[in-house]
Protein backbone atom coordinates (compact mmCIF):
# COMPACT_ATOMS: atom_id res chain seq x y z
CA UNK A 1 0.00 0.00 0.00
CA UNK A 2 3.23 2.15 0.05
CA UNK A 3 3.99 1.85 -3.66
CA UNK A 4 3.81 4.51 -5.64
CA UNK A 5 4.32 3.40 -9.69
CA UNK A 6 5.52 5.67 -12.32
CA UNK A 7 5.45 5.06 -16.10
CA UNK A 8 7.75 5.31 -18.70
CA UNK A 9 11.00 4.52 -17.90
CA UNK A 10 12.35 6.49 -19.96
CA UNK A 11 11.24 8.71 -22.70
CA UNK A 12 12.09 10.61 -25.59
CA UNK A 13 11.02 13.63 -26.70
CA UNK A 14 11.57 16.45 -29.25
CA UNK A 15 12.88 19.99 -28.45
CA UNK A 16 9.41 22.30 -28.10
CA UNK A 17 7.03 18.94 -27.62
CA UNK A 18 5.27 17.90 -24.58
CA UNK A 19 6.82 15.43 -22.12
CA UNK A 20 4.28 13.51 -20.11
CA UNK A 21 5.26 11.43 -16.98
CA UNK A 22 2.89 9.47 -14.83
CA UNK A 23 2.68 8.29 -11.22
CA UNK A 24 -0.35 6.21 -9.66
CA UNK A 25 -0.56 5.71 -5.77
CA UNK A 26 -2.55 3.43 -3.49
CA UNK A 27 -2.27 4.81 -0.31
CA UNK A 28 -5.31 7.09 0.51
CA UNK A 29 -3.36 9.14 3.43
CA UNK A 30 -1.11 10.39 0.80
CA UNK A 31 -1.76 14.34 0.87
CA UNK A 32 1.45 15.44 -0.61
CA UNK A 33 2.32 14.85 -4.25
CA UNK A 34 6.36 16.18 -4.99
CA UNK A 35 8.24 15.82 -8.19
CA UNK A 36 12.00 16.11 -8.20
CA UNK A 37 14.43 16.36 -11.01
CA UNK A 38 17.46 15.31 -10.76
CA UNK A 39 20.70 15.77 -12.83
CA UNK A 40 23.82 13.08 -13.31
CA UNK A 41 26.09 13.29 -9.99
CA UNK A 42 23.69 15.64 -8.10
CA UNK A 43 20.88 15.36 -5.57
CA UNK A 44 16.95 15.75 -6.39
CA UNK A 45 15.76 18.95 -6.20
CA UNK A 46 11.98 19.98 -6.10
CA UNK A 47 10.22 20.46 -8.69
CA UNK A 48 6.99 21.53 -8.20
CA UNK A 49 4.39 19.92 -5.50
CA UNK A 50 0.70 19.79 -5.28
CA UNK A 51 -1.80 18.91 -2.17
CA UNK A 52 -5.49 16.69 -3.15
CA UNK A 53 -7.81 20.01 -2.75
CA UNK A 54 -6.79 21.00 -6.10
CA UNK A 55 -6.75 19.29 -9.61
CA UNK A 56 -3.90 21.26 -11.17
CA UNK A 57 -1.27 23.38 -10.13
CA UNK A 58 0.94 25.32 -13.12
CA UNK A 59 4.58 26.90 -12.57
CA UNK A 60 6.04 28.06 -16.14
CA UNK A 61 6.14 25.28 -18.07
CA UNK A 62 5.46 22.37 -15.81
CA UNK A 63 2.09 21.53 -14.62
CA UNK A 64 1.07 18.59 -12.39
CA UNK A 65 -2.39 17.14 -12.93
CA UNK A 66 -3.67 15.16 -10.22
CA UNK A 67 -6.95 12.99 -9.76
CA UNK A 68 -7.91 12.03 -6.94
CA UNK A 69 -10.45 9.24 -7.63
CA UNK A 70 -8.19 7.37 -9.80
CA UNK A 71 -5.07 7.84 -7.03
CA UNK A 72 -2.98 8.91 -10.01
CA UNK A 73 -1.01 12.47 -10.80
CA UNK A 74 0.85 13.61 -14.05
CA UNK A 75 3.69 16.04 -14.60
CA UNK A 76 3.45 17.69 -18.31
CA UNK A 77 6.10 19.32 -19.32
CA UNK A 78 5.56 22.05 -21.81
CA UNK A 79 7.87 23.41 -24.48
CA UNK A 80 10.12 20.70 -23.30
CA UNK A 81 14.15 22.15 -23.99
CA UNK A 82 17.45 20.67 -23.89
CA UNK A 83 18.01 21.89 -20.48
CA UNK A 84 15.19 19.58 -19.70
CA UNK A 85 16.84 16.32 -19.99
CA UNK A 86 17.08 14.80 -16.52
CA UNK A 87 15.63 12.13 -14.30
CA UNK A 88 12.50 13.15 -12.59
CA UNK A 89 10.92 11.23 -9.59
CA UNK A 90 6.98 11.37 -8.58
CA UNK A 91 6.97 11.19 -4.84
CA UNK A 92 4.25 10.70 -1.84
CA UNK A 93 3.69 11.71 2.01
CA UNK A 94 1.45 12.04 4.44
CA UNK A 95 2.09 15.37 5.87
CA UNK A 96 1.01 14.35 9.20
CA UNK A 97 3.83 12.94 11.36
CA UNK A 98 7.55 12.30 9.83
CA UNK A 99 6.61 12.96 6.27
CA UNK A 100 8.62 10.05 5.05
CA UNK A 101 8.77 10.35 1.08
CA UNK A 102 7.76 7.40 -0.90
CA UNK A 103 9.37 7.68 -4.65
CA UNK A 104 8.48 6.10 -8.05
CA UNK A 105 11.04 4.29 -9.90
CA UNK A 106 12.40 7.41 -12.26
CA UNK A 107 11.97 8.60 -15.34
CA UNK A 108 15.27 9.27 -17.52
CA UNK A 109 13.76 12.29 -20.16
CA UNK A 110 16.17 13.16 -22.93
CA UNK A 111 15.19 16.18 -24.99
CA UNK A 112 16.31 15.81 -28.31
CA UNK A 113 17.63 18.92 -29.81
CA UNK B 1 23.69 28.46 3.58
CA UNK B 2 25.21 25.85 2.25
CA UNK B 3 21.58 23.67 2.57
CA UNK B 4 22.99 19.84 3.28
CA UNK B 5 26.35 19.02 2.70
CA UNK B 6 27.92 15.36 2.76
CA UNK B 7 30.92 13.77 2.77
CA UNK B 8 32.94 11.97 1.66
CA UNK B 9 31.79 12.39 -2.09
CA UNK B 10 33.13 8.24 -3.15
CA UNK B 11 34.22 6.10 -1.43
CA UNK B 12 35.27 1.99 -2.02
CA UNK B 13 35.34 -0.23 0.67
CA UNK B 14 36.07 -3.82 0.96
CA UNK B 15 33.56 -6.72 2.32
CA UNK B 16 33.48 -6.28 5.95
CA UNK B 17 35.31 -3.10 6.39
CA UNK B 18 33.05 -0.63 8.64
CA UNK B 19 32.23 3.92 7.82
CA UNK B 20 30.59 6.25 8.31
CA UNK B 21 28.83 8.57 6.18
CA UNK B 22 28.38 12.45 7.23
CA UNK B 23 25.57 14.62 6.86
CA UNK B 24 25.11 18.32 8.22
CA UNK B 25 21.98 20.74 7.69
CA UNK B 26 22.77 24.23 8.51
CA UNK B 27 18.84 25.40 7.61
CA UNK B 28 17.81 24.12 11.36
CA UNK B 29 15.64 21.59 10.01
CA UNK B 30 14.22 18.86 12.66
CA UNK B 31 13.77 16.74 10.38
CA UNK B 32 16.13 14.50 8.49
CA UNK B 33 16.24 11.26 6.16
CA UNK B 34 18.43 8.71 4.77
CA UNK B 35 18.05 7.72 1.41
CA UNK B 36 19.74 4.79 -0.92
CA UNK B 37 19.37 5.19 -5.00
CA UNK B 38 19.60 2.15 -6.67
CA UNK B 39 19.52 2.46 -11.12
CA UNK B 40 15.56 1.90 -11.75
CA UNK B 41 14.75 1.34 -8.28
CA UNK B 42 13.81 5.28 -7.33
CA UNK B 43 14.97 5.88 -3.53
CA UNK B 44 14.42 4.37 -0.77
CA UNK B 45 14.02 5.53 2.80
CA UNK B 46 16.92 4.08 5.04
CA UNK B 47 16.41 5.94 8.60
CA UNK B 48 15.34 9.32 9.83
CA UNK B 49 15.08 11.82 12.40
CA UNK B 50 11.76 13.79 13.61
CA UNK B 51 14.77 15.30 16.28
CA UNK B 52 17.43 15.34 17.86
CA UNK B 53 18.02 12.30 20.00
CA UNK B 54 15.02 10.53 18.10
CA UNK B 55 15.41 8.34 14.96
CA UNK B 56 13.52 5.16 13.35
CA UNK B 57 13.61 2.49 10.95
CA UNK B 58 12.48 3.20 7.24
CA UNK B 59 11.62 0.92 4.29
CA UNK B 60 15.34 -0.67 3.69
CA UNK B 61 17.28 -0.06 7.56
CA UNK B 62 19.08 -3.77 7.90
CA UNK B 63 22.84 -3.75 7.80
CA UNK B 64 22.51 0.43 8.80
CA UNK B 65 22.46 2.63 12.04
CA UNK B 66 22.00 6.31 13.05
CA UNK B 67 22.57 8.51 15.56
CA UNK B 68 21.35 12.09 16.22
CA UNK B 69 22.79 14.32 18.84
CA UNK B 70 22.74 17.84 16.90
CA UNK B 71 19.96 19.26 15.35
CA UNK B 72 22.39 19.47 12.68
CA UNK B 73 23.95 16.39 11.86
CA UNK B 74 22.63 13.09 10.84
CA UNK B 75 25.78 10.56 10.60
CA UNK B 76 25.10 7.28 8.42
CA UNK B 77 26.62 4.02 9.75
CA UNK B 78 27.78 1.21 7.71
CA UNK B 79 29.34 -1.77 10.28
CA UNK B 80 30.09 -4.70 7.63
CA UNK B 81 29.95 -3.76 4.57
CA UNK B 82 28.32 -5.99 2.00
CA UNK B 83 28.39 -5.65 -2.07
CA UNK B 84 24.40 -5.59 -1.16
CA UNK B 85 25.13 -1.80 -0.06
CA UNK B 86 27.11 -0.61 -3.08
CA UNK B 87 24.86 2.00 -3.52
CA UNK B 88 24.67 6.02 -3.61
CA UNK B 89 23.49 7.59 -0.84
CA UNK B 90 21.27 10.87 -0.04
CA UNK B 91 20.71 12.95 2.65
CA UNK B 92 18.12 15.31 3.12
CA UNK B 93 16.07 17.47 5.30
CA UNK B 94 13.27 18.99 5.83
CA UNK B 95 10.73 21.74 7.81
CA UNK B 96 8.35 20.23 10.75
CA UNK B 97 4.64 20.80 10.24
CA UNK B 98 2.08 21.37 7.55
CA UNK B 99 4.06 23.54 6.21
CA UNK B 100 6.76 21.44 5.10
CA UNK B 101 7.43 18.88 3.14
CA UNK B 102 10.00 19.75 0.74
CA UNK B 103 13.13 17.79 1.58
CA UNK B 104 16.44 19.21 0.35
CA UNK B 105 18.44 17.33 -0.86
CA UNK B 106 22.60 16.27 -0.09
CA UNK B 107 24.67 15.66 -3.25
CA UNK B 108 25.01 12.33 -2.57
CA UNK B 109 28.24 9.60 -1.60
CA UNK B 110 29.14 7.34 -3.66
CA UNK B 111 29.42 3.97 -2.51
CA UNK B 112 31.10 0.57 -3.59
CA UNK B 113 31.67 -2.88 -1.86
CA UNK B 114 34.33 -5.03 -3.27
Known amino acids: QQQVKQSPQSLIVQKGGISIINCAYE??????FPWYQQFPGKGPALLIA?????SEKKEGRFTISFNKSAKQFSLHIMDSQPGDSATYFC????????????FGQGTRLTINP | NAGVTQTPKFRILKIGQSMTLQCTQD?????MYWYRQDPGMGLKLIYY???????DKGEVPNGYNVSRSTTEDFPLRLELAAPSQTSVYFCASSWTGLAGGEQYFGPGTRLTVT
Open chain 2, 27 to 31: MNHNY
Open chain 1, 50 to 54: IRPDV
Open chain 2, 49 to 55: SVGAGIT
Open chain 1, 27 to 32: NTAFDY
Open chain 1, 91 to 102: AASELQGAQKLV
